[in-house]
């Protein structure tokens, strides 16, 4: 009996998503790919590995394998990238905004330092307003950034896009324009790539507001706002189950955001070119 490593990856990933689909994304192949996969190697192993259906899962034989898959993957690509190591040397400065992707981040640039030893990795986090002014004071040579999509550049290397609304918690009423109370806020900060676009988008609706709070961290927007402190414009996946659109945000209308990869100026050598690659291969979506 012979056990596919990609056929273990393809198992896993339904298993950590629920999703033939949402795996065939993640492993950048169709969903009958990811099907004929596993359907070869339960094949190979003669048992039924994942039960089918909207919400497919694991079997008992396949949470048993699963077992065993993690260390397998794990030692492959441990020795892949152990023979992939380069001689490229230099130094490199990533700047990169406070949405660490839950940890994919952090993991490509660990698998990137392990793939080049010789490059020195420089990472700072900020909100992308100011990792957007290090990268033109020319303090960083990378970063990965949030803007509005109308300021996306040719150069830049999209990671996704996504809609923004207004939210706030379910249990909280903002008000409405007009209302004698001014509609209250919750804000990142001045650090936030596109805060004058929320603004703008408030009092161009015609609503009085104030800001309430301001935290440069996701965890205290999301917090205040499922407290019902206020309101916050927010993209699809920082939105929680706590929290619903605001009935007046068709009005308060907000722009299409993005999270790009964007290079400094000068910044065309070799070092960049592989943190770059390696960025965009593991977080377009």
């Not at 999209?158 to 806020?185: I, K, N, R």
């Not at 929680?240 to 068709?250: E, Q, V, Y």
Request: glycine content about 8%; proline content about 5%; aromatic content about 4%.
């Amino acid at each position: 009996m012979k056990l596919d490593v990609e056929s273990l990856r393809a198992l896993r990933l339904v298993a950590q998503t629920g999703s033939f689909t949402e795996a065939a994304v993640q492993l950048g192949m169709t969903q009958s790919a990811v099907s004929w996969k596993i359907k070869r190697l339960e094949e190979r192993v003669g048992h039924d590995l994942v039960k089918r259906g909207s919400e497919p899962e694991p079997t008992p034989n396949g949470h048993d394998l699963l077992m065993y898959a993690d260390r397998i993957i794990d030692a492959h690509d441990e020795a892949v990238e152990h023979l992939s190591r380069s001689d490229l040397a230099g130094v490199v400065r990533l700047g990169t905004n406070e949405d660490l992707r839950g940890g994919a981040l952090a993991a490509v640039l660990a698998r990137f330092g392990r793939m080049y030893p010789q490059v020195k990795l420089a990472v700072r986090v900020q909100l992308s307003g100011a990792v957007r002014e290090w990268l033109d004071d020319g303090a960083v040579d990378l970063a990965v950034l949030q803007v509005p999509a109308a300021d996306i550049r040719p150069d830049d290397i999209v990671l996704w896009q996504e809609p923004m609304t207004w939210v706030h918690g379910v249990d909280f009423d903002p008000g409405a324009a007009g209302s004698a109370e001014p509609v209250p806020v919750i804000s990142f900060g001045p650090g936030l790539a596109y805060l004058d676009h929320s603004e703008e988008s408030l009092t161009r609706a015609g609503f009085r507001w104030r800001t309430v709070l301001e935290c440069p961290m996701l965890s205290g927007v999301q917090a205040a706002v499922e407290a019902g402190l206020g309101i916050a414009a927010l993209n699809a996946r920082n939105t929680t189950a706590r929290m619903t659109d605001w009935g007046d945000a068709k009005r308060a209308r907000l722009p299409q955001l993005a999270e790009v990869i964007r290079t400094g100026e000068g910044g065309d050598s070799a070092v960049l070119a592989a943190l770059r690659e390696a960025l965009s291969a593991a977080l377009i979506e």
